[in-house]
């Protein structure tokens, strides 16, 4: 019951709080606890920063390691000694706080605000044209419920107009719908015909953004228009930029993720399951990886 106790914690570097504040794991008899919570700049909690306790003295070895939870709350047990918090965030400056915790102690760091990295927030403001050769627009879906199907879209083409207010900036992209491939020919064909993409009617893909929203630091927030056959739906890009690069021009990169339902691209599942087609699951998984070229 000892362990259970409440007690009021030691504060580093912070104002004081109860022990009624939030509830904590119970500390051991040989080490203490370890809490905060990371905060951008606007006071905004900042969930999935990664945080280590790294010894300071001797092989200085990371203690523990893991990320805040969706409120940047951060809570972890560690033995008696001097230590380094490290907090790292793509898109922010690491930060750090030294701290001791003492057998039965509680060090409490309160709120700790971690600065943007102005170097990989946003790209220099300009046109950029997608380097088809060094992306991918890739998908991962279900078979009938038993494996993943693996495929990608082979041709496609777009431009992104980053302006001088970030959340001004705009994408358009078209793909080639008959380029779909998953390393399975009749399964190809399969999905180029009238039950799928029925690219004879539909040639094109298109997406065109309508918001762009920085969610945390180089963590973006990309809405927009999705045409299939011809049927437009809005979808959600999670978007994590990766910086520029100068390499035959200069270039930027970025990572893009959402979900796709087909049904709402008037793919009709059920009717197919019930005429015995081999189909793919209802959900679709995309996955992009994208370079492109800064225009002159």
């Not at 705009?170 to 009749?186: C, K, L, P």
Request: net charge neutral.
């Amino acid at each position: 019951m000892a362990l259970l106790r409440r007690r009021r914690r030691t504060l580093v570097g912070g104002e004081s709080y109860r022990d009624a504040d939030h509830a904590l794991m119970p500390i051991p008899p040989t080490g203490g606890l370890v809490s905060a919570q990371l905060r951008n700049v606007e006071g905004r909690p900042l969930p999935g920063v990664s945080v280590a306790i790294v010894e300071t003295e001797g092989l200085r070895r990371v203690v523990t390691q893991s990320p805040t939870d969706p409120f940047g709350f951060y809570t972890s047990a560690v033995p008696s000694g001097s230590y380094t918090l490290r907090a790292s965030l793509g898109g922010y400056r690491t930060l750090t706080r030294e701290l001791a915790v003492g057998r039965g102690d509680h060090a409490a760091l309160g709120a700790l605000t971690m600065t943007a990295d102005q170097g990989t927030t946003r790209p220099p403001p300009g046109e950029w044209v997608i380097d088809d050769a060094h992306s991918r627009l890739g998908f991962v879906a279900r078979h009938i419920a038993l494996s993943r199907v693996y495929g990608e879209f082979t041709r496609f083409r777009g431009s992104i107009v980053i302006a001088e207010e970030l959340e001004d900036s705009s994408i358009d992209v078209v793909i080639d719908a008959a380029s779909i491939e998953t390393h399975n020919a009749q399964r190809d064909a399969h999905l180029r015909s009238q039950d799928f993409l029925a690219v004879d009617d539909h040639p094109q893909l298109q997406f065109s953004s309508t918001r762009f929203a920085v969610r945390a630091g180089n963590s973006w927030t990309i809405d927009g228009d999705l045409t299939i056959r011809g049927r437009t739906n809005d979808v959600r890009l999670d978007t994590t930029y990766l910086g520029t690069q100068t390499w035959n021009g200069t270039r930027v990169g970025a990572t893009a993720t959402t979900s796709l339902h087909r049904e709402h691209f008037t793919l009709n599942w059920q009717q197919m399951v019930a005429r015995g087609i081999p189909v793919v699951g209802s959900t679709i998984q995309i996955h992009l990886d994208v370079q492109a070229v800064l225009q002159l």
